[in-house]
């Protein structure tokens, strides 16, 4: 047992040893910062009374220099990778315009090519009964397969992702969404289809690449526009009632996309220039 | 009169001969600044306490451009580079500024 006279003493004692009453100590890290901001050593070494010799004059202009130049860099590497960014980029866009141009004149010439198949083909099938009999099969069917451009009437559906940039993946249109239109339009008699502008064969994919969807490999962009032909009076009835029709009202009414189907007197849909002749054999003599 | 001479010469170096710093060592740029800063203000305030000796400049500037390049490369190797890079600017930048205050006060009386 102490007197609390003891203690008194004692606490006094200490007291000029701790120049400062002890803030929170978890704060000390901080505190010193604040209460030490210069290096110690410039007093340790002034009160020790050295005499500075020229050797660290040196020393303190090489590091005077380097400093000033690191400053110069910086400002020099901020200022200088702005505008590279810039040029990234519009060289990017560039790219990707250059080769979709070039993806373009290559269709084109895809398309040109398979006209020629098609004439080199006739020139030597010639005249016989059953050239003829092939001819009228193969006139009959490349409409329908999509190997050959075709007008008529039909329905238009403009589909839309939902209002609003919503992060939900099902507001938006997926792939899924555009095959299961697709399947229905087929389903109600379609003989050709058409999103934005590439005609569909049984060969093409509709899928999705990152964010957009692609047809034949091709991204679509926002709003899509599919153009069906067929049968004006049954189309669009027999497309409402099958699978992707019920299956677009319900995305239209619960997720609220785009989705609006018209009527269309005549139009012409190009042939799928991904048609190409895979099997050829030479007329018997 | 010699570090402010070095520093101008320094940028007027840095700007005319335009050096490229290697990419390994690009990322400790901003941070060896920000070191470099912080000796600077350190060692004006210390020169107008009248303690500043050459010596401690030189071996402190080099020793914290280190240390904070040093910091932030063991950062980059355990996935917290960023975080430890923020850390070193917030320390240094508390002493620029207490610095940067204890400076003004001597130099304006205010």
Do not use: C
């Not at chain 1, 003493?9 to 030490?36: C, F, G, H, K, T």
């Not at chain 2, 290697?22 to 306490?49: C, S």
């Amino acid at each position: 047992m102490t007197a609390p006279g003891d203690v008194q003493q004692a606490s006094a004692e200490q007291q000029p040893e701790r120049r400062r009453p002890a803030v929170d100590a978890s704060m000390d890290l901080l505190n010193q910062i604040l209460r030490q901001p210069v290096d110690p050593d410039y007093e340790i070494v002034t009160a020790r009374g050295n005499e500075p010799s020229s050797r660290w004059r040196w020393w303190l202009a090489a590091v005077a220099l380097v400093i000033g130049a690191m400053l110069a860099i910086a400002a020099l590497q901020t200022t200088q990778s702005a505008p590279a960014l810039q040029i990234e980029r519009t060289e990017l866009i560039s790219r990707i315009k250059a080769a979709e141009a070039e993806q373009d004149q290559l269709r084109a010439r895809a398309t040109s090519l398979s006209a020629e198949i098609a004439a080199l083909r006739e020139a030597a099938l010639g005249n016989g009964a059953t050239a003829k009999d092939l001819i009228s099969r193969l006139n009959s069917l490349a409409p329908i397969v999509g190997d050959r451009a075709v007008t008529g009437p039909g329905v238009l559906i403009v589909l839309d992702d939902a209002p609003g940039n919503s992060a939900d993946a099902r507001d938006r249109v997926l792939d899924l969404d555009l095959q299961m239109l697709v399947n229905g339009l087929w389903q109600a008699g379609a003989e050709a289809v058409a999103i934005n502008g590439h005609r569909l064969s049984n060969l093409t994919a509709i899928r999705s690449a990152g964010d957009a969807i692609t047809v034949d490999y091709r991204s679509l962009n926002r709003p899509y526009r599919v153009e069906a032909i067929g049968n004006p009076r049954t189309l669009q009835a027999r497309f409402v009632e099958s699978s992707g029709g019920g299956w677009w009202n319900e995305l239209a009414q619960n997720r609220r996309m785009r989705y609006e189907v018209s009527t269309l007197s005549a139009v012409t849909l190009s042939a799928d220039p991904g048609m190409v002749l895979r099997h050829a054999r030479q007329r018997q003599p | 009169m010699i570090p402010v001479l070095g520093l101008l010469v320094g940028i007027v170096l840095g700007l005319v001969l335009e050096p490229t710093i290697p990419q390994v060592l690009q990322p400790y740029l901003p941070i060896a600044i920000v070191a470099a800063m912080d000796a600077l203000f350190g060692a004006f305030r210390a020169y107008l306490e009248g303690t500043f000796t050459d010596r401690v400049f030189v071996v402190s500037f080099i020793s914290n451009v280190l240390i904070a390049a040093a910091i932030v490369y063991v950062g980059d190797q355990i996935g917290v580079g960023s975080q430890l890079a923020t850390g070193v600017v917030v320390v240094l930048g508390i002493r620029i500024f207490t610095n940067a205050a204890a400076i003004r006060r001597v130099l304006f009386r205010a």
